[in-house]
C-alpha cells in the first residue's frame, strides 16, 4: 500500500492504513483557498473577538478629519482626533485641535531639545545656533518673557526664543498663519532666523562638531552611543555595545 501523505510503501498495518506513520496521518494539505476560509472564520468568531478585546480592551472605529481613513483606538484614547502624529502635524491651521494658548514650556516643542551649557534648546536648529553664538563669544540668553497676542478671538501668549544684547531673536521653521499673527502683534523688532537663514550656522557647528551635534546636549538625554566598546571597538552607549561584548568583557576581566 502507499501512503496518502508521502507515497511511501507500507504494510497497512498503521491505523486505518491510509498513512505509514502517525507523523502522516496528523499532516494536513492546506490550499491557500482553505486557509483563507479558516482565517475568516476564526476572524468572524465571537471567542475571537472577546479574545481581542481582552487583550487590547473595546476598540472603536474613527476618521482622521485629515487624511480620512478609518483608524482604531481604544475606549481609553476615544478623544483621539487624528490617526498619526504626522497628520496631527499637518492641522497647522488648528482647525481640528486648540493650540497652546501660550507660556514657555521647556520641551514644548517637537524637536530633540535639551542643556547646552546651561542654556536649553527645543530643538537641534536652536542647539546649533546656541553653539555657534557661544563659540563667537555672542553672548545669547534663554528669552522668558511673554507678550500677548490674538489668534482666533482668543488671546495666547508668545515667549520668543534668544535675547542677544537685549534684542529678540527667534529660531523658527514654518511660516503659519499663527505664527504671523505673532509677529503682528509683537511690540518690538525681533530677528527672525528661517532655515535658509541658518545655513553658515548649521555649516559651521557639522564641521567642527559632526553631524551628531546634539550628543553633546548635557547628560545625553537622547541614549546616543558616544562611546566605544571596550572589546570590538563599536559606538556604544556605555562600555560595551552589545551583551555578547559584555560577557565577553566580563570573561576577560574574571580572567586576568
Known sequence: MKCEKCNKEHDGSFGSGRFCSRSCANSRIRTDEIKKKISNSIK???KFRLSVIAQL???ITKICPICKNEFEVRLSSKDQTFCSIECFRKDTNFK???AAKGGYRKG???GKGGWYKGIYCDSSWE???VMYCIDNDIKIKRNTEKFEYYWKGDKHYYIPDFLIKGKYVEVKGQKTAQWLAKLKYFPYNIKVLYENDLQDVFEYVRAKYGNNFIELY???PYNLRTNKCKVCGEPAFNIYC????SMEGNRIKNFN
Not at 242 to 245: A, F, G, L, T
Request: hydrophobic share 10%; proline share 0%; net charge positive.
Open 218 to 220: 548635557e547628560g545625553n
Open 44 to 46: 468572524t468568531s465571537e
Open 96 to 98: 481640528y485641535h486648540k
Open 57 to 59: 480592551g473595546e476598540r
Open 108 to 110: 514644548s516643542d517637537r
Open 127 to 129: 542647539l546649533a545656533y
Open 242 to 245: 552589545s551583551r555578547k561584548c
